[in-house]
């Protein structure tokens, strides 16, 4: 169903990225400029996503890393996503760990780093993540549907691309994944008629349950 919109969209805008990885490759400022609007919303979504109001901070450690080790990275596009998602995957959990002793909220992030992994599924959620709210009700899944869900339809990821990055197999990501959509329908369907009356909550909630079908 909706995956496949996911797919499209990633493969369209991965061979664009491959070519700018080449030319950064060769010291082009400017393609790197674009490697980094590719690929950064969805990046910093993810740590949205696992350690909520931190993310901009993790986020630049995490890009000054790709920076510094860009000259040994070989690959496509998506190589390139699954190679980003992992390396922020990382700076995020050194990040909680440093984070330890301040106790907080429980929520997605606080468990991460009990997970090795998680999941797939379908674009039409991407719209909804992208709202705070959603990244919300994300972060209040079980963590290895959170996760699954983010590196799925927020970063991209395919399912074996998805799972490398967390430790898992993809059938187990996909199911994670499959499980997280369904939970995330029914929250929003509970909120429906609060929704509605908000801009565009009807159309969130529509995509989503859409998405988990």
Same mark, same amino acid.
């Given at each position: 169903m909706g995956q496949g919109g996911v797919h499209r969209?990633?493969?369209g805008s991965d061979e664009e990225l491959t070519r700018a990885l080449v030319a950064a490759g060769a010291g082009d400022?400017?393609?790197?400029?674009?490697?980094?609007?590719?690929?950064?919303?969805g990046l910093l979504r993810y740590l949205r996503g696992l350690v909520?109001?931190?993310?901009?901070?993790?986020?630049?450690?995490?890009?000054?890393?790709?920076?510094?080790?860009?000259?040994?990275?070989?690959?496509?596009?998506?190589?390139?996503?699954?190679?980003?998602?992992?390396?922020?995957?990382?700076?995020?959990?050194?990040h909680l760990r440093r984070q330890r002793s301040r106790p907080r909220p429980a929520h997605l992030s606080q468990e991460v780093f009990d997970l090795p992994g998680t999941d797939d599924t379908a674009g039409q959620v991407l719209e909804a993540l992208?709202?705070?709210?959603?990244?919300?009700?994300v972060s209040a899944l079980p963590p290895d549907q959170g996760e699954a869900v983010l590196?799925?339809?927020?970063?991209?990821?395919?399912?074996?691309?998805?799972?490398?990055?967390?430790?898992?197999?993809?059938?187990a990501v996909r199911s994670a994944a499959f499980r997280g959509l369904r939970r995330l @329908? #029914?929250?929003?369907? *509970?909120?429906?008629?609060? +929704? =509605?009356? !908000? @801009? #565009?909550?009807?159309? *969130?909630?529509?995509?989503? +349950? =859409?998405? !988990?079908?």
């Open positions: 969209h990633a493969a400022e400017a393609a790197f400029a674009v490697v980094y609007r590719c690929v950064h919303p909520r109001e931190d993310a901009e901070d993790v986020a630049s450690e995490t890009w000054l890393q790709i920076v510094r080790d860009l000259h040994r990275f070989r690959g496509g596009g998506g190589e390139f996503r699954r190679w980003t998602a992992t390396v922020a995957r990382h700076r995020a959990i050194d992208s709202t705070a709210h959603v990244l919300r009700l590196l799925r339809v927020v970063v991209g990821l395919d399912a074996p691309a998805a799972a490398r990055v967390l430790g898992k197999r993809p059938s @329908a #029914g929250e929003l369907d *509970a909120e429906a008629p609060t +929704r =509605r009356r !908000a @801009a #565009g909550g009807e159309y *969130a909630v529509r995509r989503v +349950r =859409r998405a !988990a079908c």
